[in-house]
């Protein structure tokens, strides 16, 4: 016949192996949360040229899939700027103007 003590020891170690199979599986899925926040943050930070905190990829980590994908593709799509604004390169002659104002004066008055 079989013990209560029996039975309580494969339960025991029942649930250790289930504990086991969960806590695996968990890390390998934390891992992969990690790892794509770390991607989506580089991205982002390839996009705006600012640094990103370390709390911040861990909350990406804990995003909902299809707004962490929504970010990627935005990160994605979008091309880094170089400057904003900056000096006018284009070169302006007084020539320009004054045949400009010639013309107009010509057109005004007629021939």
């Known amino acids: 016949m079989i013990s209560l003590s029996k039975v ?9 192996y289930v504990e086991g199979i969960e806590s695996k599986k968990l890390a390998e899925e934390t891992a992969i949360k990690t790892k794509t926040a ?8 390839e ?17 909902d899939p299809a707004i962490a ?11 880094p700027v170089d400057s904003l604004g900056g ?6 002659t007084a020539s320009a103007r004054s045949n400009a104002e010639d013309s107009f004066l010509n057109w005004v008055t007629g021939p």
Do not use: C, H, I
């Open 8 to 16: 309580a020891e494969v339960l025991e170690a029942t649930a250790n």
């Open 38 to 45: 770390s991607e989506l943050a580089t991205k982002l930070v």
């Open 47 to 63: 996009v705006t040229g600012e640094p990103l905190d370390n709390s911040l990829v861990e909350k990406f980590a804990n995003l």
């Open 69 to 79: 994908q929504f970010l990627e593709k935005m990160a994605g799509t979008v091309e």
């Open 87 to 92: 000096a006018d390169t284009r070169t302006k």
